[in-house]
């Protein structure tokens, strides 16, 4: 996989790994954790959510101005990693109110802002070689992967110090009693007998005399779980940085031309690209720390940008810059789709898929026991696969016994019913990515050698469809299901919980369509971007994303408000939309990439 890439790359892979792995255990938990701890609705924690996110890829454009402007990527990227460093532990403080979390919030979001598009950028310096251009595609889908090794651990890293946390203060884990304790402390409770139920079923000291001290500790114990997971993102940012700090010398120093520095004097405005850049983070800060939600300005914003953008560049740029512009607009309904997966999918998992699974199942929910299922398998594709020395058959056939004999132990060793956390779904997506990256790689290879294999702009055509059955599956698992509109504040009634499987599936598909849209987006800026705009398209990539993510909102305003199955239709539209407004200019993006 990584035969004939320079050094540079694995420094990327693993520096980014860490940095994911802090930003993922965070993103596992944040919704969850705001209403936890503060008691928001899912409109509200949505839209913090949202603001986040935004937040997180919009200062990706000032950092890629910063970067651009002094061409320190390098310098940029380990600034960011030591400010997101700070943040995650201001999130691991237990205590603190909401307008400092959304503080420290602000600070990730500005860190990551410096980070993740420069070291985009860096990645695609390294195959401005001509001996390496070729790889460009494959080294992007390497890159991509080690975001998701990171991105699969976190959730477990999450769930596990929430759990055991209340496990040493005497409870046991229910996604549905933190909004029960709530409403009791407001005094808006209906159903008393039902949270007297439940609070019995999760106290391992035995039955509860006193719901209002409960209520309060349970709260209390449960958000300060999260907060020691922020920790533990916090400690995955340290070993990321000095990952960074230690081996970044394989990483290129982009050095400028003359032409280059005379067309950023004669071209750039940069009063004007200063106060777009001071415009998204005033924009972020308020979002934070005002609860503004106004989807609006965040599409102004990306307008400004654009017209920006257009104005400053030079008539033989001019084309590759709206190739890459319309490309933007296409993946601002994908990321407002697909990353719903941390926002109303997890709304989906706390409530609607069934609170204990069978020892089977528990499978893919305990961190042991599915590491022994993924050794299995990867075994017996070592066994099957083209190498056919003895050794390696040897080496595949000890990890499908190792495995497999592991496998069998946890499944005969769990109870016939087994309690699951709903943040452990988001784990899904990073295993499907890192065991289908190297699968959907050959695929392409194999259609390239026969000279059939889509070009980078089909093939996030192709993924915008497939997101859309992805969002398919879920709607189908909805239906006839009662829906949150309709449970006026009780909680989900068990007839009403359906099987994980469904939104395994669901991730399932969607991941493919992540691997056909965002590592060949990435390409795709770092192949047209001008030389001079490297740093800032990248940027722009992510502003795009921003705007998606502001779009999040939508999911989280509706959620209460129609049917289940009308809330994932709607994604399913703006997925076919784009994908066939994405078809409709293939030929003009082709020309440009070519």
């Given at each position: 996989m990584l035969k004939g890439h320079p050094k540079g790359l694995l420094v990327a892979f693993f520096a980014n790994m860490g940095e994911r792995f802090g930003f993922y255990t965070m993103m596992a938990i944040l919704v969850l954790f705001l209403q936890v701890k503060f008691g928001l609705t899912e409109q509200e924690a949505g839209g913090h959510y949202s603001s986040f996110y935004f937040g997180i890829y919009a200062l990706a454009l000032f950092g890629g101005m910063l970067a651009d402007a002094t061409k320190k990527y390098k310098l940029v990227i380990f600034g960011g990693l030591f400010i997101m460093f700070s943040g995650y532990v201001l999130m691991a403080i237990p205590g603190v109110s909401l307008n400092l979390t959304l503080a420290s919030l602000f600070i990730i979001a500005f860190g990551n802002g410096l980070f993740k598009g420069n070291l985009q950028a860096v990645v695609g310096q390294l195959y401005d070689d001509p001996k390496y251009e070729k790889l460009r595609d494959s080294a992007f889908m390497v890159f991509y992967m080690g975001i998701n090794v990171g991105a699969f651990f976190a959730p477990f890293a999450a769930t596990g110090a929430r759990n055991w946390f209340l496990k040493t203060n005497g409870f046991l884990h229910d996604g549905s009693l933190p909004a029960l304790c709530h409403q009791y402390i407001n005094g808006t409770l209906g159903d008393v007998a039902k949270f007297q139920e439940l609070a019995n079923k999760v106290s391992l000291t035995g039955p509860i005399t006193d719901l209002s001290k409960f209520a309060n500790s349970y709260i209390n114990v449960f958000s300060t779980g999260y907060n020691y997971a922020f920790g533990i993102a916090a400690g995955a940012m340290l070993l990321s940085m000095l990952v960074y700090v230690i081996f970044n010398k394989h990483l290129p120093n982009k050095e400028v031309s003359k032409t280059e520095k005379k067309a950023q004097v004669e071209k750039k405005p940069w009063a004007f690209a200063l106060a777009l850049a001071v415009g998204v983070i005033l924009f972020s800060i308020i979002n934070f720390g005002l609860g503004v939600r106004d989807i609006a300005l965040a599409v102004g914003l990306f307008g400004i940008f654009v017209?920006?953008?257009?104005?400053?560049?030079?008539?033989?740029?001019?084309?590759?810059?709206?190739?890459?512009?319309?490309?933007?607009?296409?993946?601002?309904?994908?990321?407002?789709?697909?990353?719903?997966?941390?926002?109303?999918?997890?709304?989906?998992?706390?409530?609607?898929?069934?609170?204990?699974?069978?020892?089977?199942?528990?499978?893919?929910?305990?961190?042991?026991?599915?590491?022994?299922?993924?050794?299995?398998?990867?075994?017996?594709?070592?066994?099957?696969?083209?190498?056919?020395?003895?050794?390696?058959?040897?080496?595949?056939?000890?990890?499908?016994?190792?495995?497999?004999?592991?496998?069998?132990?946890?499944?005969?060793?769990?109870?016939?019913?087994?309690?699951?956390?709903?943040?452990?779904?988001?784990?899904?997506?990073?295993?499907?990515?890192?065991?289908?990256?190297?699968?959907?790689?050959?695929?392409?290879?194999?259609?390239?050698?026969?000279?059939?294999?889509?070009?980078?702009?089909?093939?996030?055509?192709f993924g915008m469809i497939i997101a859309a059955l992805g969002f398919l599956v879920v709607l189908i698992a909805s239906l006839n299901l009662v829906s949150p509109h309709e449970l006026n504040g009780a909680p989900v009634p068990d007839s009403s919980r359906v099987s994980p499987y469904w939104l395994i599936n669901s991730y399932l598909i969607l991941t493919f369509a992540e691997l056909f849209l965002s590592p060949m987006g990435l390409s795709f800026v770092s192949k047209v971007a001008p030389a001079r705009f490297q740093g800032l398209m990248q940027g722009g990539w992510l502003l795009a994303a921003a705007v998606g993510n502001k779009l999040l909102i939508v999911g989280s305003f509706f959620w209460g408000k129609i049917d289940l199955w009308q809330l994932w239709a709607i994604f399913i539209l703006c997925c076919l939309i784009s994908a066939a407004f994405m078809f409709s200019m293939i030929k003009r993006l082709e020309k440009v990439t070519n």
């Open positions: 017209a920006w953008i257009i104005t400053v560049s030079t008539k033989e740029e001019k084309p590759r810059i709206i190739a890459l512009i319309l490309v933007f607009t296409v993946v601002i309904f994908f990321w407002m789709s697909f990353h719903q997966n941390g926002l109303t999918l997890t709304f989906f998992a706390r409530d609607y898929i069934t609170k204990e699974v069978s020892a089977f199942t528990y499978l893919f929910f305990d961190l042991w026991s599915l590491l022994a299922v993924i050794t299995t398998i990867a075994g017996l594709f070592i066994v099957i696969g083209k190498d056919k020395k003895s050794r390696t058959r040897i080496l595949g056939s000890a990890l499908t016994v190792i495995g497999g004999g592991l496998s069998y132990y946890f499944i005969s060793h769990n109870n016939a019913q087994n309690a699951i956390a709903p943040e452990v779904f988001q784990s899904f997506n990073p295993l499907f990515i890192v065991a289908l990256t190297t699968l959907v790689m050959a695929i392409f290879a194999l259609l390239n050698k026969a000279g059939i294999e889509p070009s980078t702009p089909k093939k996030i055509g």
